[in-house]
């Protein structure tokens, strides 16, 4: 079993920046990957960045540019830093821990909602 809690989240104005902090703690696997996904109302949940043990990166498309993923593999952190924010970003965002290789290791945080609006 894998916990994970999110912070960071809040409302913000368009064109402004938010940080996002994901602790985990648990059994963990390796090698493994830890990300962000967000899911808007009305809306499937979507790949927002990724980043694997190994220091592999991915990012969603409507993201990229604009949002940075880093982790502290010591620390067992993962943290989301999303500038230049715009409405349609507003998403309730899941921390998510997986195995690299074992498909049935697939973890998920409460979630923090952003929200941006002038």
């Known amino acids: 079993q894998v916990q994970l809690v999110e912070s960071g989240g809040g409302l913000v104005q368009p064109g402004g920046s938010l940080n996002l902090s994901c602790a985990a703690s648990g059994k963990f696997v390796s090698p493994d990957v830890m990300g962000w996904y967000r899911q808007a109302p009305g809306k499937q949940r979507e790949h927002v960045a990724v980043m694997s043990s190994g220091g592999f990166m991915s990012y969603g498309a409507s993201v990229k540019g604009r949002f940075t993923i880093s982790r502290d593999n010591a620390k067992n952190t993962v943290h989301l830093q999303m500038n230049k924010l715009k409405p349609e970003d507003t998403a309730v965002y899941y921390c998510?821990?997986?195995?690299?290789?074992?498909?049935?290791?697939?973890?998920w945080g409460k979630g923090t909602q952003v929200t941006v609006s002038s």
């Open positions: 998510n821990y997986a195995g690299a290789i074992d498909n049935d290791i697939n973890y």
